[in-house]
């Protein structure tokens, strides 16, 4: 018996920067034998746009919109991220009310941006219509930032020593009307439509499965973490604003479809923490008290003192953390923005590597890690 | 000379070609074609009854033309791919059309509402702007190959209407193989596929053509074992003897059909045929492309398979070849499993049939097994549509085993199971070892 002389031949395929599963410009060269991916090789910075060095030449207020643009689908976190940094540099003491709008806007604006992580996600997979059943509900949050702020991507409503404006008692009734139409009746429908949808698990379940040790080693953090099993979530662990009051869980992954850590238990981590995020709106909402929205020496400019703080905030993909210095004058010296897609990200090519992963699991993959370009190269 | 015997001539080559003209001739003269003559039966009643109208220019010879003096045969086939062409391609603007607005409703969204009312004409606008675009062939592509592939796979799907019927003897030709035309001609679209793919000269393309190829090979053998039951349960090949099986027995004594009720449709022949329906559905959802097996347009991992690099009206082509690959595997599902043109109301099917019928009472059933033929199909085409708006995509690998290790099997166990059942239950075989009823 002879063997037939079929020779296969490796391909080198080139995935981006102009793709619509890569979440924006991101590149990946993946070498493939056949649909089966040997290698793969990601490639950032086609939207570096200087953030850090931009900051040190503009002053502590007007860095804020500068952080809008890094991760633009929830610019909330990531203005807060930066306005607890500054504030603890500069010694401000953020009003009571302040804080508790903060808490509202920034899980609005994280049940925004899982609806598009869950639509987006939906798409790769190849069902569309969760998509645009999540555009319509993302609408509702944007339509109520907008009466907030003017703004329905970047804010720039958290400031330094509080908020922009003062929240309407007419907001609070469309954020409550808002709570009783999503959760829970929206949140089922989106794990009938597409959370249990057979084909749905079996596209995800088993697929880039992130062993927790590998994803703490390479400094995943996020839902993309918890749904490695890691009960981390800097809300709980490592308190700011007013967390430490407010009553939550933290869903992690479970490895009830597949194995523990799989594509699958990252997105079910978010729809879980959308109905969390819910719960903590509704409690602010209960609890929100009367007075000032922002502390008014702070309102018009801040001049820390020299020196340098660290301070972080759980942002919808993981930990945004802002390292400041300070050389006492109303500009900083420097600041360092930790980005949660950037590392998040960097996972990816280890991921393809671990397994038998196909064309179509990779988009998949990149899909569950939830990438923000705009975040990952500032 | 009837209009159509060129047609029909053409497709069974094999029985001597003056013997089938001449076979035909006779019938036109005599008036009593049957079998796929009634396209052939009304222009022939339009020209004898009224002809061209004196007003008319020309009318003289427009009559001669129509009098069959001149060329017929030629004529006949020009209109014969005239009303299948005009059929598919304003079936292809509707689907278009409606895809959009179910999608649309399935989204909460209101879908194209612009052009004429709710938007339908947007796809003539569409068809009309695909049309004015620039037709680009990559420098680096095989240009003749690149250059013949939209044809051949919108000729591999037009084919496959020669043999389909439109409702009673509203057939282009009645072929007498025409269940393996139809499964035998949908492979030449797997090769206009690959040529596509092949010949664009990039990755991309390349991925969706094998995925295609891979697929549509495979899909046809649940397909085909499809075909084999119901024509084994049939004894018959031909589409309109497997639909005039299914709407009831023969009348003994005048030897005429009358249609039956609903459970004289192949569907509720054997429990068998009932699972054999959904996988045949499952797997022409495949053998057309159509979500859960999208896989070679997979917009999210190919952008658009092996179409990418084509253009303006080569790409209009395969648009419409995939719109019409729709409706024809949605047909053919009604033909051999959901008793083709008989509603299954019994009254209703025996309107205009037996000798008793009138001009006008042969008409309205004409008209309403036509109505009942297409809103089958296009019912079965919007639960294509359903399914591609509700259920994400499916792996390469997960497409194989569906194929080759669910559909398989439970095909292989239908046919088999149906072969016993009609054994046992002393239905007609083709294989002969049946007692053939009445």
Redesign the interface.
């Known amino acids: 018996m002879t063997e037939a002389k079929i020779r296969t031949e490796e ?1 080198l ?2 995935m981006g920067p102009q ?3 890569t979440h924006g410009v991101f590149r990946v060269v993946v070498r493939t034998d ?2 089966l991916i040997l290698e793969s090789e990601s490639h950032i910075g086609y939207l570096h746009r200087c953030f850090e060095k931009c900051a040190e030449g503009n002053n502590y207020l007007q860095v804020v919109p500068y952080t809008d643009r890094m991760d633009y689908l929830c610019a909330m976190m990531n203005n807060w991220g930066y306005a607890v940094a500054v504030e603890k540099l500069a010694g401000i003491e953020v009003p009571e009310r302040a804080e508790y709008i903060r808490v509202m806007v920034a899980e609005l604006n994280r049940v925004a941006s899982h609806l598009l992580a869950f639509g987006t996600y ?8 969760p998509f ?2 999540a555009f ?1 509900d993302r609408e509702r949050i944007l339509k109520i930032f907008e009466k907030l702020c003017g703004q329905r991507l970047n804010y720039s409503y958290v400031r330094v020593g509080g908020v922009t404006f003062d929240m309407t008692e007419e907001i609070l009734a469309d954020i409550e009307a808002f709570c009783d139409y999503f959760d829970p009746k929206i949140i089922d429908e989106y794990d009938n ?2 959370s249990y ?1 057979g ?2 698990i ?2 995800t379940a088993n697929v880039g499965v992130m062993p927790a040790d590998l994803a703490i080693s390479y400094g995943v953090t996020g839902p993309s973490l918890r749904g490695s099993g890691v009960q981390r979530d800097l809300r709980r662990d490592a308190p700011y604003g007013i967390y430490d009051r407010l009553e939550f869980d933290v869903p992690v992954g479970t490895g009830e479809m597949g194995q523990l850590g799989d594509c699958w238990d990252r997105y079910m981590v978010r729809m879980r923490e959308m109905r969390q995020s819910i719960r903590l709106v509704r409690q602010a909402l209960a609890g929100i008290p009367e007075g000032p929205f922002c502390d008014k020496k702070a309102y018009r400019a801040v001049k820390p003192k020299a020196g340098e703080t660290y301070k972080r905030v759980e942002g919808a993909r993981g930990e945004v953390g802002f390292y400041i210095v300070s050389d006492g004058t109303n500009i900083p010296y420097r600041v360092k923005a930790r980005a949660p897609s950037f590392s998040n990200i960097s996972i990816l090519d280890k991921l393809t590597s671990l397994s038998d992963v ?4 990779l ?1 998949a993959i990149i899909g569950s890690l939830d990438i923000v370009l705009g975040e990952v190269d500032r | 000379m009837n209009l159509f015997a060129f047609t029909t001539i053409f497709a069974q080559a094999g029985k001597g070609l003056g013997e089938f003209a001449g076979d035909y001739s006779s019938k036109w003269d005599a008036g009593t074609y049957d079998g796929g003559l009634v396209f052939a039966g009304i222009i022939k009643w339009l020209v004898t009854t009224w002809g061209v109208p004196e007003w008319v220019p020309l009318s003289s010879i427009l009559n001669g033309v129509l009098e069959a003096s001149v060329f017929p045969e030629i004529g006949a086939l020009l209109i014969t791919i005239g009303l299948v062409f005009g059929f598919v391609n304003i079936f292809a603007i509707g689907a278009v059309w409606s895809e959009r607005k179910v999608s649309a409703h399935m989204q909460c969204r209101l879908g194209p509402m612009e052009v004429g009312p709710h938007g339908i004409l947007q796809t003539v606008a569409d068809g009309l702007k695909l049309l004015a675009k620039e037709d680009i062939i990559p420098r680096l592509a095989d240009k003749p190959l690149f250059a013949l592939a939209p044809a051949i796979v919108f000729a591999g799907v037009l084919m496959r209407f020669v043999p389909l019927p439109f409702g009673d003897q509203l057939i282009a030709s009645d072929l007498d193989l025409g269940l393996f035309f139809i499964a035998a001609v949908g492979a030449v679209e797997v090769l206009g596929v690959i040529m596509a793919g092949w010949s664009s000269n990039n990755k991309w393309s390349l991925f969706g053509t094998i995925r295609t190829a891979t697929q549509m090979v495979s899909y046809e053998i649940p397909i085909g074992l499809a075909f084999i039951t119901v024509i084994i349960c049939s004894g018959s090949f031909s589409l309109m003897e497997i639909v005039n099986q299914q709407g009831g027995s023969l009348n003994a004594s005048d030897g005429y059909v009358y249609g039956g009720w609903i459970w004289h449709w192949n569907l509720f022949r054997n429990p068998f045929m009932l699972v054999l329906s959904i996988t045949y559905f499952i797997a022409s959802l495949a053998e057309c492309k159509r979500s859960p097996f999208d896989l070679p347009e997979a917009e999210s991992e190919l952008v658009s398979g092996f179409h990418t690099e084509y253009t303006g009206m080569r790409f209009a082509l395969f648009f419409l070849a995939e719109y019409a690959a729709m409706y024809l595997v949605a047909a053919v599902a009604v033909v051999i499993f959901l008793g083709g043109w008989w509603s299954g109301i019994y009254p209703l099917d025996a309107l205009g049939l037996g000798p008793e019928a009138t001009t006008l009472t042969k008409t309205l059933g004409l008209l309403i097994k036509v109505g009942v033929f297409l809103s089958k199909a296009f019912a079965l085409v919007f639960v294509q549509m359903w399914v591609r708006w509700t259920l994400p995509r499916i792996r390469l690998d997960q497409m194989m085993y569906v194929c080759w290790k669910v559909l398989l099997p439970i095909s292989l166990v239908c046919l088999i199971g149906s072969c016993l059942w009609e054994l046992a239950s002393g239905g007609a075989s083709v294989f002969g070892f049946g007692i053939v009823v009445e």
């Open positions: 391909m395929l080139n793709h619509p599963s056949g649909e939906g798409l790769d997979i190849g069902a569309i219509t645009l059943y319509r439509l597409l949808n084909i749905f079996s596209r196909m064309v179509a699991d988009v």
